[in-house]
């Protein structure tokens, strides 16, 4: 058993001196189906997290948003599981449970008390081996319904609801994978009709290209017998070669607009940077918080407090499989023109990279994002996840140790190297969200 420690040290010791790790022990099945198993005995629950390492990301143009919609058929019924049992079992026995989807991955989750850990597996068996036995043209229609008003709820009747839409169709060229969102597209979503999605979940939802982490009070050798009894008989499906796609470069800036029903201007500026567990990734997740993370950062100190001009300033980088893009998003007041956010977006990447950060500055960040990540570990269903996570991307269940040590790494030179070589100066994409008429206000090119 592979033994990895949360140590109780975590308040004593300054947070670039903590070390992280979760135990657990780790088995496949003969039909490729990987688990891990991390016992956590502190409290009677348990969290079993399924990934399977497909998302909009291995979808085709014209077919997209599959992947979410089959987040949404995995709860409707199975081969011995009647339509709304599902959540009706787990709920009956004290569980949660929820799904969601990614460019890279689908997952599926419960969150129980320990002594329905096997129903949970059972289930989550029931629908990866007997799935295609309830498949109707009702139920793919009735759940595509649900996903297209999700789609309207969540994108074009929200406000800036549709900055992702627009910036996936300007970040990547057409065709490519990331080009599109998870939702899919209404006409997509029309078109499907109930063998192209029996074929996407026989390609993608077989036990070979999906993982599951089980956290919690559970012993690992009962857990092993339940996982064998109820998926070993699920059948291997065909290997899933992963895309193997080059980072597409920016090949200028873009400029673009658009009105929205919002009474706040918007400014969102987008560089592309590399993908998850690339060299730099620590880095530039540093250098965004450099620039917008907590009340002294650069961008929020300048426009909300000192200048007055912005009512909110965030930054994230988002680094998946294939690509990566560093986002700075600053939501304006009323009326103030995009034009005098992007020239202070401008001059504070610039003095970055002529000057790096100081000490005490890469300090509070790194502390800050190490004291997050140490607190995602709090629950089972956050080791979990994490578990999963690290095993797609990183190829092992216990790479906690090793992402922390790139933050303890850095120094201020690399935060000023990132922003040289990812941002000032660099293309980009630059997006302009304003109130209906007011397109007067919106950031202009060649400025």
């Not at 099945?29 to 348990?46: C, W």
């Not at 109930?194 to 390609?203: G, L, M, Y």
């Not at 690509?323 to 009323?334: H, T, V």
């Amino acid at each position: 058993m592979k033994r990895i420690v949360l140590l109780a040290s975590l308040l004593a010791a300054p947070a670039a001196a903590q070390q992280v790790s979760i135990p657990h022990t780790m088995f496949s099945l003969p039909n490729g189906l990987r688990v891990v198993v991390a016992e956590d005995h502190s409290t009677p629950v348990v969290a079993v997290n399924v990934w399977y390492h497909v998302g909009s990301g291995y979808e085709k143009p014209g077919r997209t948003g599959f992947a979410h919609l089959f987040e949404h058929v995995m709860f409707e019924g199975s081969r011995y599981v009647p339509e709304g049992d599902f959540d009706n079992l787990l709920e009956a026995a004290g569980a949660r449970n929820n799904g969601s989807t990614t460019t890279d991955r689908t997952n599926y989750y419960e969150v129980m008390p320990s002594n329905a850990v096997e129903l949970a597996l059972w289930l989550e068996a029931d629908r990866m081996g007997g799935l295609l036995d309830a498949m109707s043209p009702t139920k793919l229609s009735g759940q595509r319904g649900v996903v297209q008003n999700e789609r309207r709820q969540s994108y074009e009747n929200q406000p800036y609801g549709m900055l992702w839409e627009t910036a996936s169709s300007l970040l990547y060229p057409a065709g490519h994978p990331y080009s599109w969102t998870t939702i899919g597209s209404m006409a997509d979503l029309d078109s499907a009709q109930v063998e192209d999605v029996s074929e996407f979940f026989r390609t993608y939802y077989a036990p070979n290209n999906a993982t599951i982490a089980i956290v919690g009070d559970v012993n690992t050798e009962q857990v092993r017998q339940w996982v064998t009894r109820y998926f070993a008989g699920i059948p291997r499906g065909t290997d899933v070669q992963r895309p193997q796609i080059p980072v597409p470069s920016l090949a200028r800036t873009v400029y673009t607009t658009r009105e929205d029903r919002v009474t706040l201007p918007e400014l969102s500026m987008v560089w592309r940077t590399g993908p998850r567990f690339s060299a730099d990734e620590a880095a530039v997740n540093v250098l965004a918080a450099v620039l917008t993370q907590g009340k002294s950062a650069r961008l929020h100190k300048r426009l909300v407090y000192d200048e007055q001009v912005a009512a909110f300033t965030a930054a994230f980088h988002e680094a998946n499989l294939l690509s990566g893009d560093l986002w700075i998003r600053i939501r304006a007041k009323p009326d103030v023109d995009l034009d005098r956010i992007e020239a202070a977006v401008n001059e504070e990447v610039a003095r970055l990279a002529q000057t790096p950060p100081s000490r005490e500055e890469l300090d509070r960040v790194v502390n800050t994002l190490v004291t997050g990540f140490v607190s995602a570990l709090e629950t089972v269903e956050g080791k979990a996840d994490r578990l999963n996570d690290y095993l797609y991307y990183a190829g092992e269940p216990d790479h906690a140790e090793e992402d922390l040590a790139r933050y303890r790494a850095l120094t201020p030179a690399d935060i000023q190297r990132a922003a040289q070589q990812y941002m000032a100066g660099r293309n980009r994409v630059v997006i302009s969200f304003v109130p209906q008429g007011k397109t007067a206000l919106a950031a202009e090119e060649n400025q």
